[in-house]
């Protein structure tokens, strides 16, 4: 069973930095595709980015593109978003996923597991 836990959201000001982590628990993480999806209070949830299984290439909605960035860590299981620039409309619930299809997805219903999420706060 896979299980999702996401760390180091919390308040901070515009124009300034947060790096989220995501950590994996369960057997073969570098064959799942790794998403971040976020959803602010009112609004649907929305893709941020992803990164491939194995070699890691990415994708990231245009929103965010050019400020963040996705990495992740297959010795460690883990996967990080690091948020650089950030506004206020970045502000939202922050949530990691697991896809373990072979095509990866900016898609939520396509993701087959789902961390609880963490808090973004931006204040101006």
């Known amino acids: 069973q896979v299980q999702l836990v996401e760390s180091g959201g919390g308040l901070v000001q515009a124009a300034g930095s947060l790096r989220l982590s995501c950590a994996f628990s369960?057997?073969?993480?570098?064959?799942?595709?790794m998403g971040w999806f976020r959803q602010a209070q009112g609004k649907e949830r929305e893709f941020v980015g992803l990164?491939?299984?194995?070699?890691?290439?990415?994708n990231y909605a245009d929103s965010v593109r050019r400020r963040f960035s996705i990495s992740r860590d297959n010795a460690k299981n883990a996967v990080y978003l690091q948020m650089n620039s950030l506004k206020r409309e970045d502000t939202a619930v922050y949530h990691c996923?697991?896809?373990?299809?072979?095509?990866?997805?900016?898609?939520?219903?396509?993701?087959?597991?789902w961390g609880q999420g963490t808090q973004v706060t931006v204040s101006s």
């Open positions: 996923a697991a896809d373990r299809s072979l095509f990866p997805s900016s898609y939520y219903n396509d993701y087959d597991y």
């Open positions: 369960g057997l073969t993480f570098s064959t799942y595709t």
């Open positions: 990164i491939r299984r194995r070699g890691g290439g990415t």
